[in-house]
């Protein structure tokens, strides 16, 4: 099951992305019922390509919430597919693709 929803239109040459991703988002300093903490496990990079062209890259933390959504905006695109990567810092990796109306 893909862990990432996409979302893109394009309105007057610029095309708008919204995407939410479920990922737990384990900053690594929480504690479980029994004291002990929670191993950090979090989306460190969020690619997304056009055509194999990158118009988006982010570096994330574990100050980013759980199950994140993300909006950005980028020149063009109508018509073209696009396809969104995220990497977690236990090297585990999900993508979704998304034709951009």
């Known amino acids: ?20 991703m ?9 504690k479980d019922k029994n004291g002990e903490k929670i191993p950090a496990h979090f989306i460190q990079e969020v690619v997304c390509e056009v055509n194999g062209k990158m118009v988006m890259n982010a570096h994330w933390s574990g100050g980013v919430s759980k199950n994140p959504y993300i909006s950005f905006k980028f020149d063009g695109g109508k018509g073209e597919t696009l396809k969104l990567t995220w990497t977690d810092n236990q090297g585990k990796s999900d993508s979704a693709e998304a034709a951009i109306s």
């Open 22 to 30: 479920t990922h737990s988002m384990e900053s690594g300093l929480r």
């Open 1 to 20: 099951m893909a862990t990432i929803k996409i979302r893109a239109k394009e309105k007057g040459g610029v095309t708008t992305v919204k995407a939410l």
